[in-house]
């Protein structure tokens, strides 16, 4: 008798693991999907950024090269890297930030 009580609560303990262990597998394939979609947003919007950033850096760039005055030209190209880098670095770290969902951090996937 005891054997087969035994017997039904090794079996009852395995449905219990094999249910635990398949919620695992779909809460773990929930989470990199999750995980894939906010990466390929995170893309997008840096792709963006970059893109408005070069953009204006091309057209301040063309703008300065009308200037025929070189010692006006040179402080401004300077200036307008140095904006550049600064806005692409702010972006960046930003992006970076978010990226860095608390749930992620916590489980140290990232």
Known sequence: MQE????????????????????????????????????????GELHGKIGQILTVAQINLQALLRLHDKKILVPRLKESLEVVVRTHLASTLALNLRSKSPVVTAVNIL
């Open 4 to 43: 087969v009580e035994e017997h039904v609560k090794r079996k009852l303990a395995e449905k219990k693991r094999d249910k635990f262990s398949r919620q695992l597998q779909v809460l773990s394939r929930r989470l990199a999907a999750a995980q894939e979609t906010e990466r390929r947003q995170l893309a």
